[in-house]
């Protein structure tokens, strides 16, 4: 089971130019994922349920101690700061399950010290292509 937060969707003109697919069989599920209706949750094959809700970080209400990942993938805490502040933070550590795993982009220092202040464990791991590292936390 997948749940997604996008504030902002792109629209239908945007997404159906990106050409991230190569087979028919992953533009059918791209597409697939994309028609999705909001705000309940979709079967997209045997083993995959997605859930996508529009709305912001700040305004969801997330089930505590319910999630087993967080894909943290805000811009960056120069161009979206109230993302990264500490509440926010808070917000999602309460939603993770123990042993639950966080994961970013992002690897300012301010941010590993914040994970690790709500008790998460804190690495730094190889980034990408393109970026130089990445951040992974785990709740205990």
């Not at 995959?48 to 960056?76: G, S």
Request: charged fraction near 25%.
């Amino acid at each position: 089971m997948y749940y997604a937060l996008e504030a902002f969707p792109v629209s239908e003109e945007i997404w159906k130019s990106l050409n991230y697919t190569a087979t028919d069989s992953e533009v059918s599920k791209f597409r697939q994922m994309h028609n999705a209706p909001w705000q309940q949750w979709q079967p997209m094959d045997d083993s995959f349920t997605l859930f996508k809700e529009e709305t912001t970080l700040q305004v969801a209400a997330l089930p505590p101690n319910h999630f087993d990942l967080i894909y943290f993938d805000a811009f960056a805490p120069n161009k979206q700061p109230e993302m990264w502040e500490l509440p926010m933070l808070e917000k999602i550590v309460s939603a993770m399950k123990a042993q639950a795993v966080f994961v970013t982009y992002c690897a300012k220092g301010q941010l590993k010290r914040d994970l690790k202040s709500l008790g998460l464990v804190v690495e730094s791991l190889p980034g990408p292509p393109g970026k130089r590292e990445m951040v992974r936390a785990i709740k205990i």
